[in-house]
DNA sequence: CATATACGGAACTAACGAGTTCCGGATACC
DNA sequence: GGTATCCGGAACTCGTTAGTTCCGTATATG
């Protein structure tokens, strides 16, 4: 026997019987995708990252397709509870309370996975509704409760483009990160909202 | 020891074109590239495009990847003529006028290939320079210059974040177009302009 | 015409990764 | 304790692709 000693060995975790292995396989999945990109990603990797074996991977999910594709549709899964959104009174301060709040925010990875399967959504339209719906439309979903307060207070007018304005922040950051390589910082994303955003909503900022 | 020219006329061809088959290898690779992304991309693909074997390729580039590097970096060679810049007198006449200008804004291919190369950027600040020269700094380039003019003229105030300004745009559309996959249309792209550059730029539009 | 050179294309090697199979061992449940 | 499962991991098959080598040919030059 090559293994460990298994008279010592075994106080590992109590080992659960259905298929359990199944979030922190994903979540590997997710590590590594955001690392290394999609073609970049191998079953390997994952199942070593892991700490499962290939074949573990294979009895779940019939291909690395479906993985990624399952494993991108489950980070949706991070909801937005409705209740956990601030509600500051004011746009600005609605939207600057935000970019404080980690659940809402937590794009670092999103960002990354994103750019690792960017090139797939052009080729599979399942992947593309699957980002679609995991990590593009919660950020538009927030912004779009934010605007529409602002509108009903009479904050800002009635008839502005909602839609373009939810797209404005995560368009700057994902270019930002993605295209230009910098690193994004709160004082980029409260400039985002000073500048272009609340201008864009027809809001006047003193400058 | 290093070569010096010696006799010009003896190393020349032996055949109608040394190296020429140079640029529709590279256009081919960008080709490529923009249809099936970095990893999707095989040299016989772009030797097949390109009517060249696999072996003309490998004379001129040792690499796969100092091929996609080279050819990146060849698309900027469109360089932007400054006299064919629009100048209509208002800033947003010469945004607008440069939304017609193909030369100028020829980015389909150039939006493809930067999704088929946005995976790697992370990984080769090689390409990620390359593709930040060819790509990403021209298009800023014309909008710095159309801001600086409308500055000048006292158009627009003379503190504004000029650099936030020329990405704008840009971001918008990769946005769009990569991340929610809808094409790009003229009316979008006016719209940008009037719902969000010109605001944040500091130019009140009629609502 | 003779020669040198670059080309297209095909055949080849080597490496790598997707997906499969198998087995020893650990676990839960009775 | 016995047993039916599930797991980790290693060893395998098989297709694909980067990169190489070789050869027949086209062409410019002299």
């Given at each position: 026997?090559?293994q460990?000693?298994?008279?010592?060995?075994?106080?590992?975790?109590?080992?659960?019987?259905?298929h359990?292995?199944?979030?922190?396989?994903?979540?590997?999945?997710?590590?590594?995708?955001?690392?290394?990109?999609?073609?970049?990603?191998?079953?390997?990797?994952?199942?070593?990252?892991?700490?499962?074996?290939k074949?573990t991977?294979?009895?779940?999910?019939?291909?690395?397709?479906?993985l990624?594709?399952?494993?991108?549709?489950?980070?949706?899964?991070?909801e937005?509870?409705?209740?956990?959104?601030?509600?500051?009174?004011?746009?600005?301060?609605?939207?600057?309370?935000?970019?404080?709040?980690?659940?809402?925010?937590?794009?670092?990875?999103?960002l990354?996975?994103?750019?690792?399967?960017?090139s797939?959504?052009?080729?599979?339209?399942?992947?593309?509704?699957?980002?679609?719906?995991?990590?593009?439309?919660?950020?538009?979903?927030?912004?779009?409760?934010?605007?529409?307060r602002?509108?009903?207070?009479g904050?800002?007018?009635?008839?502005?483009?909602?839609?373009?304005l939810?797209?404005?922040?995560?368009?700057?950051?994902?270019?930002?990160?993605?295209?230009?390589?910098?690193?994004?910082d709160?004082?980029?994303?409260?400039e985002?909202?000073?500048?272009?955003?609340?201008?864009?909503?027809?809001?006047?900022?003193?400058?």
């Amino acid at each position: 026997m090559t293994q460990v000693d298994q008279t010592e060995a075994k106080p590992r975790l109590g080992r659960k019987r259905d298929h359990t292995r199944d979030p922190e396989i994903m979540d590997a999945a997710l590590d590594v995708l955001s690392e290394s990109g999609y073609d970049g990603m191998t079953i390997d990797m994952v199942a070593t990252r892991a700490k499962a074996g290939k074949a573990t991977v294979y009895r779940r999910w019939s291909s690395k397709a479906e993985l990624v594709l399952d494993a991108v549709a489950c980070m949706k899964s991070s909801e937005i509870d409705l209740d956990d959104l601030p509600d500051t009174g004011t746009l600005r301060g609605d939207l600057v309370a935000m970019i404080r709040t980690p659940s809402i925010r937590d794009g670092e990875r999103k960002l990354k996975v994103m750019a690792g399967i960017v090139s797939m959504i052009a080729r599979s339209p399942e992947l593309a509704a699957a980002a679609q719906e995991a990590l593009v439309e919660p950020r538009a979903t927030v912004n779009r409760i934010f605007f529409q307060r602002a509108i009903d207070r009479g904050e800002i007018p009635a008839d502005v483009d909602v839609e373009k304005l939810c797209i404005i922040g995560p368009a700057l950051v994902a270019y930002s990160v993605l295209m230009l390589g910098r690193p994004v910082d709160r004082d980029f994303l409260v400039e985002n909202i000073d500048q272009v955003i609340l201008p864009a909503a027809g809001i006047r900022t003193e400058r």
